[in-house]
C-alpha cells in the first residue's frame, strides 16, 4: 500500500463523516443530545498508534485545517490544532504500552475526549460559545466520544491490518 491510497482513505471517512452519517445517526439522539462524527479523527488517532506519531501529526494538521475550511467557519485552526495534537500525543502514549486492543482504544477514548475538550476550551475561550462545561460534557462531549468510540471498535481490525501492513511492506531500501 502506497501513501497515496491512505490520503484517498482519509478522504473518503472525511466526505462520509460530514455527508452520509448525519443522517444515519437517530432522530432521537439527536433531540436529547448531539453527537459529532469524528471518523477521521479516529483515523488520524489509529495512524498515530499503528504507523507514526509524526505522520498522525502530517494528516492531524491538514485534515484538521481542511475541517476548518470546510465545515466550521468562524474560527481557523482548532480542528487543525486538535486534531493533529491528539494524533502525536496517540503515538507518543502507545509507545511504552503493550499493542493490545484494550490499550489502544482506551487511548483512542482518551484522545477523542482530549480533542473535544481542546476543542470547548479554544471556543470557550474566544467566546464562541457560552455553554456550561457540565452541559456540554453531557450533552456533546461524552455522547460524541462514546459514538466514535463506537466507530472506533468496529473499525479496530481492519485499519489495524491496512496500516500495520502498511508499516511491514518492505521499502525497497533492503540490500
Known sequence: MNRHLLWLILLGIFILQGSIVIWLIPSAWQGTVHVT??????FILFIGLFHHRHTALIYGLLFGLLHDFNYYGSMLGVYSFGMGLTGYLAGLAQRRQPNLIFYNLLITGLGLLLFEFLNYGINRLFKLIDIDLKFALTHYMLPSVLFNLLF???????IRKLLEGKRLAPTGNED
Do not use: M
Request: glycine share 0%; hydrophobic share 60%.
Open 37 to 42: 462524527p469524528h471518523f477521521t479523527l479516529v
Open 152 to 158: 472506533a471498535l468496529i473499525f479496530y481490525v481492519p
